[in-house]
């Protein structure tokens, strides 16, 4: 069912939504792979390694969880919920960003 309702996605969210809440950086549009559990075919992800968000997970997940991970925010544009990506370090996942126009790596 991916895909479903994406179409004209990106003209129902609004300036704030395509802002991370915890640094203010722009979200990128970001591929969910095709094995995951969600439905949908794209969320909107903060890549900034600087968001306070991101920084905090390190240290988060190790005191919970003696993992060397973290997480990254991101938003479903379809529904408007908030969720983490888990990441095990800097460059994960980004060779999945769909829409790099913010600069940086992709």
């Known amino acids: 069912m991916a895909g479903a309702g994406t179409e004209g996605w990106m003209d ?10 915890h640094c203010g950086d722009s979200l990128k549009q970001w591929m969910v792979p095709e094995d995951a559990s969600w439905d949908d075919e794209f969320f909107l992800v903060c890549f900034s390694n600087d968001c306070p968000y991101y920084e905090r997970g ?12 973290s997480y990254r925010y991101a938003l479903n ?24 126009s913010g600069g940086g790596c992709g």
């Not at 390190?58 to 991970?69: D, G, L, T």
């Not at 969720?83 to 994960?92: F, N, T």
């Open 77 to 100: 544009p379809n529904n408007g919920a908030s969720l983490m990506i888990p990441v095990w370090d800097a460059e994960a996942t980004r060779q999945m960003i769909v829409d790099d």
């Open 12 to 21: 129902r969210m609004s300036e704030k939504q395509e802002t991370c809440p």
């Open 58 to 69: 390190w240290r988060w997940m190790k005191e919970q969880y003696n993992q060397k991970a």
